[in-house]
Structure formats: structure tokens, C-alpha cells
């Protein structure tokens, strides 16, 4: 392998590496808007939950889906 041939290998590995960070960015940035948006979701449905600590917060979600699985769960244990 001439030198030219390895410069140009090592350019195409670096562009492979470089295109591979940027789609780890753009996965990044893509799965922290979704959390974002569905924070803002969740705590749409929490009243003034911008006043509860995370604790608070996470406890009302367990509740609220605690007793969802509970109210679908009750028709199928009744005969």
C-alpha cells in the first residue's frame, strides 16, 4: 500500500467516525426532545405540579397508574 492509499484510509475512517458521532448527537437530541415533550405531558395532567418536588411528583404518576392497572385489572378477575 502506497502512501497515498493510507492517507486516503485513514481520511475515510475519520469521516466513518465523524458520521458516527453525529448520529449519536442526533439520537441524543431526538430521545431528550421526546422526554420533553412527554414530561410536559405528564405534568399536564398533574395539577400544580410545577410545585411538587420530583419525589411528589413520581409519587402522584404511581398512584395515578397504580390505580389504572387496578380499575383494568378488576373486570377480568370478576367472573
Same mark, same amino acid.
Given at each position: ?12 475512517? %475519520? $469521516? @466513518?467516525?465523524? @458520521?458516527?458521532? $453525529?448520529?449519536?448527537?442526533? /439520537? ?13 405531558? /405528564? ?14 411528583? $413520581?409519587?402522584?404518576? $404511581?398512584? /395515578?397508574?397504580?390505580?389504572? %392497572? ?5 373486570? @377480568?378477575?370478576?367472573?
Amino acid at each position: 500500500m502506497n502512501e497515498l492509499e493510507a492517507i486516503q484510509k485513514k481520511q475515510e475512517y %475519520h $469521516r @466513518q467516525k465523524m @458520521q458516527e458521532n $453525529r448520529d449519536k448527537v442526533l /439520537a441524543k437530541k431526538k430521545r431528550t426532545h421526546r422526554l420533553i415533550v412527554r414530561g410536559a405531558i /405528564a405534568e399536564s395532567f398533574v395539577p400544580n405540579a410545577e410545585f411538587l418536588t420530583e419525589e411528589e411528583f $413520581r409519587n402522584v404518576l $404511581r398512584q /395515578a397508574f397504580n390505580s389504572l %392497572h387496578g380499575a383494568e385489572s378488576s373486570p @377480568q378477575e370478576s367472573p
